[in-house]
């Protein structure tokens, strides 16, 4: 069975009385265990899919199962518990918390579902998600101390805290040197292999797409082409 | 989300920017001190006004006795003579809210002392306790006591007109003073207190125990010669014994066809409330203990008249009142004033804080986490500057106390007000920039630059 399955969504922005069609028949199915990189010129509707993939937004029409629950029917609170639960994300950007410590980054999300677990507990995964992305050194880093591949070291530590199902990473390696992405990379892969997490990538990169198992293009909000990789990078 | 996680998640951010929380409070803690110290200040210039007021007899209460009438012929007020010592005793025994009392009674006549006379505004015959009811001051010698007043001794004592007239630069205490040619010692001088509000001389007065004054002087209790005239119409006038009377006769001398007066009448009593903010409550009771004393069944008219300086209880009430609505004001705006300071930052911190937001919400949390989080903030910056705020008035009020010397009462009430206000600030001032934040979409939220 698969993890994800996307059953013709269409996602349509309306500016005033014109619609924008951004997604357009998107049917698809991602398997658990699999690392997906979603590629696609800028505009061609990559990030608003991965936002209807993370449950951060909702598609126009159609169906979205993630897990065997039908998300695109939920409301705000609904999504955030799924979000919680059974997601995680990497961004671009990082976002951890400026002048908080890399181990406080790590648990902040645990503090939002896992109230059964007491402040020792939360530290002690805290702990170990920062060693399993090798930053054990550095657990009471504020993120201004830690560079750009430390810092979404620390950012994939905190993804992965609440044990999700699948990882998001919009861009992951867009802000780092091309010496960093590959360390970050291999990380993913790791993480992939290691833990069966499914992730689901979203570059422009060919560089980093070429690491993934399996890359879906996107041109103007639809599936172009969607392809097992032959020769894996790293 | 657990209670305490969020307290310390909004503590944490709050401990992020120590400066712009601090100056944040500042408005905050201006406010709640202002509010204390004025409070406080209030609060004792309040309890210094009824001091005063009482002095000038805000808490005072007379009782007259009732009019006589005679085949529609009224005497006038106080005409009836059926006020006694034993209803005075009747009234302190009854009335929980009267704090001492004294018969009051009045005579005129002529002061001689050596080769100089003076006719006096007052000469009262009283208890010992009038002195601390009417607010004297003795400024030379001693008040007279309970036992010349028991022993109905001739002593008195003097105001400072009467010294000045007729002693001139001499001490007159230990001096015999002959009044209606009967000798008094002065045993003592009041201190000057001037007009009194119709603007008549209070310090020409004597004042001597009201035994003395029953027993010596003529013309005292003067109004039992009308009661004695209507004694038989007047079925209530009360049957008194005559204790203080004594050997005495009592015969009018002005109308020398009436009968004798047996009476151990007195002209009126004088009492005093606890407060002045009691006064009216006092009247009532003193009004009903008087109808059973003098055995009134319900249908008859009350034979006594009580009077209190009521319109001074009134302004004493109006002047708390409005002094308490003055700081009222004062303590609202300055919280408003504060808590749209809390409104301000707070708004400020939603709009820099877009991205940690959006962040929160892809990690999970709900709407209602992220709007908890920053209306604890708030609630957290006020309460704490609410705490230093109350410190802070406090330690201002104490400082104004010591230096100005004002008077300075501990206001508790004012302290747990001023902790629920800064709370509410903070719940009402937060409310808009934590509903603010929780309605952030997570996609915008994220993307915010």
């Not at chain 1, 993370?54 to 998300?71: A, K, V």
Request: glycine letters at 8%.
């Amino acid at each position: 069975m698969s993890l994800i399955k996307l059953d013709d969504i269409h996602k349509t922005y309306f500016m005033g009385d014109i619609a924008l069609p951004v997604l357009k028949n998107i049917t698809l199915s991602i398997d658990r265990g699999e690392m997906v990189a979603l590629t696609g010129a800028s505009g061609s509707g990559k990030s608003t899919l991965m936002n209807i993939l993370g449950c951060l937004d909702r598609p126009t029409s159609g169906e979205y199962w993630l897990d065997g629950q039908e998300i695109s029917k939920l409301d705000n609170d609904g999504r955030a518990d799924v979000r919680n639960k059974k997601i995680g994300f990497v961004f671009q950007n990082f976002n951890l918390l400026p002048r908080t410590t890399a181990l406080e980054n790590v648990i902040m999300p645990l503090g939002y579902t896992a109230a059964h677990l007491s402040q020792k507990q939360m530290v002690e995964r805290g702990v170990e998600m920062l060693t399993k992305v090798g930053l054990s050194d550095r657990m009471d880093h504020e993120p201004s101390r830690l560079s750009g591949g430390q810092q979404q070291r620390v950012a994939i530590a905190r993804a992965l805290v609440n044990t999700p199902k699948i990882l998001f990473a919009d861009e992951p390696t867009g802000n780092l040197d091309s010496k960093m992405s590959d360390e970050i990379m291999r990380l993913f892969r790791e993480i992939n292999e290691k833990e069966g997490v499914t992730i689901v990538l979203v570059t422009h990169e060919m560089d980093v797409a070429m690491c993934a198992k399996r890359v879906i293009k996107l041109i103007d909000g639809e599936i172009a082409d969607d392809e097992q990789v032959k020769e894996r990078r790293l | 989300m657990k209670k305490l996680r969020v307290v310390k998640t909004a503590l944490v951010a709050i401990a992020r920017n120590p400066t712009r929380t601090f100056l944040t409070t500042l408005g905050i803690v201006i406010g709640i001190a202002s509010v204390i110290a004025l409070m406080e200040i209030g609060q004792g210039a309040s309890d210094v006004l009824s001091k005063n007021f009482a002095a000038m007899g805000a808490n005072t209460i007379r009782v007259f006795p009732g009019i006589a009438q005679t085949s529609g012929v009224s005497s006038g007020a106080a005409s009836r003579a059926n006020l006694t010592m034993k209803d005075l005793e009747y009234i302190l025994r009854e009335c929980p809210l009267i704090k001492s009392a004294t018969p009051f009674l009045s005579v005129r006549g002529q002061l001689v002392y050596g080769g100089k006379n003076w006719s006096p505004y007052f000469i009262n015959g009283v208890n010992e306790k009038y002195f601390d009811m009417a607010g004297w001051k003795i400024e030379e010698g001693e008040p007279f006591t309970a036992g010349h007043v028991k022993r109905g001794a001739k002593v008195c004592v003097i105001g400072e007109t009467i010294a000045r007239e007729l002693y001139g630069d001499e001490s007159p205490v230990g001096k015999d003073i002959r009044i209606q040619n009967v000798v008094f010692r002065i045993v003592g001088v009041l201190k000057a207190k001037g007009a009194n509000m119709m603007g008549m001389d209070q310090d020409d007065c004597l004042i001597a125990p009201w035994t003395a004054v029953k027993t010596r002087l003529r013309g005292a209790g003067r109004t039992s010669i009308s009661a004695a005239s209507t004694t038989t119409s007047a079925a209530s006038t009360t049957s008194a014994t005559d204790t203080y009377v004594g050997s005495v006769s009592l015969y009018a001398p002005a109308l020398p066809n009436m009968p004798p007066v047996r009476f151990s009448n007195i002209d009126s009593i004088m009492l005093t409330a606890e407060s002045a903010d009691v006064v009216y409550d006092a009247i009532s009771q003193v009004g009903l203990a008087l109808r059973e004393a003098h055995k009134l069944s319900p249908e008859l008219d009350d034979d006594f008249r009580i009077r209190a300086m009521a319109e001074f209880a009134d302004m004493l009430k109006s002047q708390t009142r409005t002094m308490a609505n003055l700081l009222l004001c004062v303590a609202f705006i300055s919280l408003i004033v504060g808590g749209i300071g809390i409104m301000n930052i707070m708004l400020v911190s939603v709009t820099e804080r877009t991205r940690e937001i959006g962040l929160r919400m892809a990690v999970g949390a709900r709407g209602s986490d992220i709007l908890k989080q920053f209306l604890i903030e708030s609630i957290v910056i006020c309460l704490f500057g609410g705490v230093v705020g109350i410190i802070f008035g406090h330690v201002l009020s104490f400082a104004l106390s010591q230096f100005m010397g004002w008077p300075v009462s501990v206001s508790y009430t004012a302290i747990l007000i001023s902790f629920g206000v800064s709370a509410m600030v903070g719940i009402i001032f937060g409310y808009y920039p934590a509903w603010k934040a929780a309605r952030l979409d997570p996609i915008e939220a994220l993307r915010y630059e």
